[in-house]
């Protein structure tokens, strides 16, 4: 079974960056689609970014792209989440997940079944 830590939060000034690392433990990480979704209080969870297992194809949510670029390891067994020019509307819990039912480049929370902690980024203005 896989399971997922985060790392690389932390308290940034807007229009700053921040990379954000998500390690996987366990079998057969190269072949599971990830994802990174994030939630502030009071609001529900966000799709941010998703990537194949190839590392070929990637989907954004609009408010990220252009901003935020996922990448992933295989050998280090880690996926990435490079963000820049943060905004304030970017402060979050920002949470890794892969999906191991679903072959493709999934965008959906219920597509997703492995969750990470969680780390928090803040962008004050």
């Known amino acids: 079974q896989v399971q997922l830590v985060e790392s690389g939060g932390g308290l940034v000034q807007a229009g700053g960056s921040l990379r954000l690392s998500c390690a996987a433990s366990g079998r057969t990480f190269s072949t599971y689609p990830m994802g990174w979704f994030r939630q502030a209080p009071g609001k529900e969870r966000e799709f941010v970014a998703s990537i194949s297992w190839t590392g070929i194809t990637t989907f954004y949510a609009d408010s990220v792209k252009g901003r935020f670029t996922i990448s992933r390891d295989n050998a280090k067994s880690t996926v990435y989440l490079q963000m820049n020019s943060l905004k304030p509307e970017d402060t979050a819990l920002y949470h890794c997940?892969?999906?191991?039912?679903?072959?493709?480049?999934?965008?959906?929370?219920?597509?997703?079944?492995?969750w990470g902690q969680g780390t928090q980024v803040t962008v004050s203005s």
């Open positions: 997940a892969a999906a191991t039912k679903v072959g493709a480049t999934p965008r959906l929370t219920r597509e997703f079944d492995i």
